[in-house]
């Protein structure tokens, strides 16, 4: 079953002389539970499709179905639920509350919905984050690694019908990126997470089972994985 589905949309920002096509036509769509690269090189439209994606940026044209849902279809205010509910966002520089606790920072999605915090599900996704005793921690007192592993807890804590990281290891040394990927796939397996991930980097890439690329706005392949 297809969890997201786009079709035909485009994304232009200016107008006349100073017009930008960021994204023309796309369409595609992504199973429950696959995990897909988002490729191309800087100002190819990546970042603006996953924005649109998110509900955070809206399309000039084009539709967003997610979970079977019309996103564009909705006001602002349902647009704002469906982005805490149906959406786990994680960006490169991590986007953490300063002064939030690491738990506070993971279950804010939840306590901004008037919603209980299923404790035995925290509990877990913090021993899965590695971030047991850290629980009281500042993000000023974490590393670059363990900030990102909060902002994956913040994305997961609802859980969201598709994950949608931008760059998510940008930030990051080599050994946080080798151990933020996997965490992320952990959250793709354990989960049945949809992932969607743009990066720069090859190795991530490969490990996802699809790759699309974008060029100038436009789907330049779009290919599945051999296992």
């Given amino acids: 079953m297809d969890i997201l589905k786009i079709e035909n949309l485009s994304k232009i920002y200016g107008e006349g002389e100073n017009q930008v096509k960021a994204l023309d036509n796309v369409s595609f769509s992504v199973p429950k539970g696959q995990f897909v690269a988002i490729v191309g090189p800087s100002g190819s439209g990546k970042s603006t499709l996953l924005h649109i994606l998110g509900g955070v940026d809206k399309p000039t044209s084009g539709k967003v179905f997610l979970d079977g849902q019309d996103v564009y279809a ?30 506070e920072n993971i279950t804010l999605p939840v306590l901004m919905d008037g ?18 005793g850290r629980e009281k921690h ?59 991930v743009i990066t720069h980097d090859e190795s991530i890439a490969l490990q996802a089972d ?13 290919k599945l994985l051999q296992r």
């Fill in 74 to 103: 909705q006001n602002e205010d349902q647009l704002a639920v469906f982005r805490r509910r149906q959406v786990g966002l994680v960006y490169q520089f991590y986007n953490l509350i300063p002064v939030l606790n690491v738990t």
């Fill in 115 to 132: 919603k209980k915090v299923d404790k035995t599900y925290l509990e877990e996704l913090i021993g899965m984050l590695s971030l047991k």
């Fill in 138 to 196: 500042l993000p000023n007192e974490l590393s670059g690694g363990q900030q990102q592993r909060v902002s994956i807890g913040r994305a997961l804590i609802n859980n969201p019908a598709v994950m949608l990281a931008d760059e998510p290891t940008g930030n990051l040394d080599s050994k946080n990126s080798h151990e933020i990927v996997e965490l992320l796939k952990v959250s793709n397996k354990k989960y049945s997470q949809t992932l969607i």
């Fill in 210 to 222: 699809r790759i699309i690329t974008i060029n100038d706005g436009k789907i330049e392949s779009d």
